[in-house]
């Protein structure tokens, strides 16, 4: 019944933009917090960026601060990550991540792949 389905992947250059979407269903999406994480091959999944259940508070790797944006629509059950000023180093597996803050919920998507190459 739960659903995190991501879009938006796909093959950019480095200096360009993408812009990933997750649709929610089947929970209160305004009761979770939002997360995107992202895996890279032979690394381990990082937290890439956080925003709260509201949209008044986010916060971001240190690594793409001031190149990436989460924002959400509780209206639409959508959270997004804007990408600009894209590096190699982000090529990754993107998931979708929704945390309830008092409960400890977990649920993820099936992830997107974002691949930065010339």
């Known amino acids: 019944q739960v659903q995190l389905v991501e879009s938006g992947g796909g093959l950019v250059q480095p200096g360009g933009s993408l812009r990933l979407s997750c649709a929610a269903s089947?929970?209160?999406?305004?009761?979770?917090?939002m997360r995107w994480y992202r895996q890279a091959p032979g690394k381990e999944r990082e937290l890439v960026a956080f925003?709260?259940?509201?949209?008044?508070?986010?916060n971001y790797v240190d690594s793409v601060k001031g190149r990436f944006t989460i924002s959400r629509d509780n209206a639409r059950n959508t959270v997004y990550l804007q990408m600009s000023s894209l590096k190699s180093e982000d090529t990754a597996v993107y998931y979708c991540?929704?945390?309830?803050?008092?409960?400890?919920?977990?649920?993820w998507g099936q992830g997107t792949q974002v691949t930065v190459s010339s």
């Open positions: 925003i709260n259940t509201v949209g008044s508070f986010t």
């Open positions: 991540n929704a945390y309830h803050p008092l409960y400890g919920d977990n649920y």
């Open positions: 089947g929970f209160t999406f305004s009761s979770y917090a």
